[in-house]
Structures are given as structure tokens and as C-alpha cells.
């Protein structure tokens, strides 16, 4: 199954690619919140070949905002994670694909069309960036940790996760070497799996951001949790913590 989703995915890469050399017709879902007709191209084209071959499961999609059916056999699609970065030209912006079996982790895929960077995983085989093998790094030291977060749309109209977001900031930056905003949580996740960044943290995720992301992070030796250390769920959980491992602990100790 894996290899026919990459192929598929590629394939709708090429849409994202087009769009990103090209004048968007932007439209806000809310506040900060973009969409553009190629969010919905690349959703429409992926949507149509995974129905047509892969039958057993449901697909759940940002964009048809349908997060409300049963989440069980499903195939979780992000088709621009990342939007903002795609509208503005920065090029860190993927396809996320995550598939689930009875709500376990199954395949994870994101794809960087822009940067051609495919990062894959399926459960207990490893992760792979273009076919090469990664793995988080091992750095043990929080000082020396180079951290990645997002700020959640909510931050534009909610105060209370305004200030939260600053907070966190305020307490981690002078105790970690640096911290990252790349704009896309699939791609931070992935990061994190190839060992550039040791950690990240984000409130306000929805599943198709994560969906992938955690699963290839898993395959490369990190940990995914929620702010109380317990297993993030999806669909559930309001803050993702995703380390290298090491330096878990250190991180919660600070932002719980
Ligand atoms: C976005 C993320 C980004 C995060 C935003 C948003 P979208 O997804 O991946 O990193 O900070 O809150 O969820 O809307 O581009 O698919």
C-alpha cells in the first residue's frame, strides 16, 4: 500500500508545485486561517484515488472538514500543511498522509514537493527520507537543543492561548540552544526524525497535521506525547510534545 500512496502522492505533488509558482485566489477560513483552490485540488485528487483503491478505509480530509466521522480504518489527508508558507512562497510545505488501522498507526507520508523531500513510515520498518533511512539525534542535552513550535491561528482572537504561546517561549528560550517557527507541523514533526531539531511543541493541532508526522517520528526513535507525559491521541489531545527522546523529560519539566 505504501508504495502505490507515495506514487499517488507525487503525482498530486505536482499540483501543489504548480500552485506554488502561481497567483492564488486565498480565501480566509477564519482569522488566520488560509485556504486556496489548490487545498482543494490537491484534497479532490487524492480523495478520488484513495476511494477508488483502497476501499477498506474511510478518508477523513481537512478541507472537507468531515472530521466528524468514525475514525477507525481511516486515511487522514493534510493536502497543504503549511498554507501560509504556500501562499507566501516559503518553501516548507507538504502532503500529509497518515493511514490508520482500528485507529492504530499504520503508514505515515509527507510530502515536500517544492523541496522534492518524501519522508515515509511504515509501523516497525523505520523512517525514510528519499529512501534513506533517519533517525533522531541523541543529544541529551537541553542546552543544546534546538526546539521548533507553531503558534495556533486560535492566538489571533483567544488571549488565554496568546499568552500561553509566550509564556512557553519565555520559560524554553534561554534554556535551549534555539527556537524554530518553520510553519508546517507535518514537516517540524519530521524534523525531529532526522535529527535536525531535538524537539517541538504545539497547541491546536488538528489530526491531518499530525497524523503522519507522529508516525514517521515514532519509526525514527522520538517520542510523542501530551503535556502530562501520557500518549497523544488524536482527534483528542490539545498539545502535541514531540522530542528525540533524551530530552522529553527536560521539556515537559519546563511547559507543563
Ligand atoms: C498549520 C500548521 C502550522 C500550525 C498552524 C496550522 P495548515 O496547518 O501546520 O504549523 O502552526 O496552526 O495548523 O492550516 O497549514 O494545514
Known sequence: MKERLKEIIKEAGKILHEGYYSNKDVTFKAKKDLVTKYDVGVENFLKEKFSEEFT????IA?????????FKDSIIIDPIDGTTNFVNGVP???ISVGVYKDKKPFIGIVYNPILDEMYEAQIGQ????????IKV???NDFQKALMATGFPYSSGTNSDDLNDVIEKIKTILP???DIRRLGSAAIDLCMVARGTYEGYYEMNLKAWDVSAGIIILNEAGGKVSTLNGSDYRLFEDKYIVATNGYIHNSLLELIK
Do not use: M, R, V
Open 62 to 70: 481537512e478541507e472537507s472538514d468531515n472530521s466528524n466521522i468514525e
Open 56 to 59: 477498506d478505509f474511510n478518508i
Open 126 to 133: 523505520g523512517a525514510y527520507l528519499n529512501g534513506k533511512q
Open 137 to 139: 539525534s541523541d543529544e
Open 92 to 94: 516548507h510545505t507538504a
Open 175 to 177: 534554556k535551549c540552544q
